[in-house]
């Protein structure tokens, strides 16, 4: 049952357009009579399509928004507050905290919602600091470890090659030497970004999407689409291009292998989106503005299993793959004193590259 939402409601309930706080007005069942000004812009949703549908759909654990409700209306509680995710219209995720309160109506709740996106973004900002400090050290070990010992153990073999005479013996000091040099390879690799030195130059973030997109084309070139939505405003920045090439490539190319079912049935699609973020804190820094790179791709999401770990090195979502790829993308931009994020559901995974501008 849908209560309907009396006439003179939206009179009664004008006073909260004037709040920045989010704020809705619902019934026992969840059904919305009221959505102030700042909850229709953070969903994306008219108010007139928001009323007298249920609210429960706005989340993405319904339930729990309606045992609240149903132990408000029990007068278990007199206010609640709890935690959960606000589902948008472009299926962004935002979390927030609700606070649950009756109304001086009987039958009639007032929902509150506060972001929580700052404090996460903190956070999982944090973790990223800590995570490059802990990849660096993993590679200092990497490289002690591993490196001296593969020159050892290649250098015998070639010897042992040299003095044996059975084909089935040579076969097997060339499989020890093949292996020796992929793993030297991959160390190799892990260590590029701290030995190459960083050479700074004006970069044009579009040179470089440009040039990522052709490279990817000429690799995927039937069944990909990659769409431009830049923002020509865009000033250029001092930077490596070439560390942003490769960092924006590898993120790029990881979309298009993530795509492989997509690429199948003819709908692939990667977005490349500039735009200009104002008064925006990032690294624990405040910045006046900053370049947002989107790299938004509509595959099947990143695997949860490793969702708080894709930045690691050595993991990696896909058979086959060297888990190096976004290890060293957030390097890179890191060494421009930015951050890489990543927002993934199905259907929707959005990398996006923050860089300071000057």
């Known amino acids: 049952m849908v209560f309907g939402k009396p006439a003179s409601s939206s009179k009664r309930f004008q006073a909260f357009d004037l709040l920045a706080t989010l704020i809705a ?22 108010r007139r399509t928001l009323e007298g549908s249920s609210f429960g759909a706005c989340f993405n654990e319904p339930q729990v928004l309606q045992t609240a409700l149903d132990g408000a209306s029990a007068n278990d509680f007199a206010t609640l507050r709890y935690e959960a995710f606000l ?9 927030v905290q609700i606070t649950l309160a009756q109304s001086d109506k009987v039958g009639e709740l007032i929902i509150e919602l506060s972001p929580l996106d700052q404090q996460v973004k903190q956070d999982r900002e944090e973790r990223l600091l800590d995570q ?9 070990n990497l490289a002690h470890e591993i490196k001296n010992p ?33 793993l030297q390879s991959l160390v190799d ?38 769409e431009r939505d830049f923002d020509v405003s865009i000033p250029e920045f001092r930077g490596d291009r070439e560390q942003l090439i490769q960092a924006t ?24 989106k500039t735009r200009i973020a104002r008064q925006v804190i990032f690294n624990k820094q405040w910045y006046r503005l900053a370049l947002e790179l989107h790299v938004i791709d ?8 490793i969702k708080d770990r894709i930045f690691y090195p050595l993991v990696s979502g ?41």
């Open 249 to 272: 490539l590898n993120i790029v190319h990881n979309a298009a292998q993530a795509l492989s079912e997509r690429r199948a049935a003819g709908d692939a699609q990667i977005t490349l």
């Open 132 to 140: 490059a400090q802990a990849n660096k050290e993993l590679i200092r």
């Open 298 to 305: 509509n595959g099947p999401g990143v695997p949860s299993a």
């Open 87 to 95: 589902r948008r219209v472009n299926h962004d995720m935002m979390p």
């Open 318 to 358: 896909r058979e086959g793959g060297t888990g190096l790829g976004l290890t060293l993308a957030q390097t890179f931009v890191q060494q421009h004193h930015g951050v890489i994020e990543c927002d993934s559901v199905p259907g929707r995974t959005d990398f996006k590259l923050l860089i300071p501008l000057p």
């Open 25 to 46: 007005v619902v019934n026992r069942d969840g059904s919305v009579l009221f959505a102030n000004a700042a909850l229709e812009d953070v969903l994306g949703t008219s």
């Open 189 to 226: 690799r892990l260590l590029a970004p701290h030995r190459r030195p960083h050479v700074v130059g004006d970069v044009n973030i579009h040179e470089v999407c440009e040039r990522v997109r052709s490279v990817i084309l000429a690799e995927f070139p039937r069944d990909l689409h990659i």
């Open 150 to 182: 593969l020159g050892g153990i290649r250098g015998a073999a070639q010897l042992l090659q040299m003095e044996v005479e059975s084909r089935d013996l040579i076969e097997y000091t060339q499989v020890i030497i093949h292996e020796a040099d992929r």
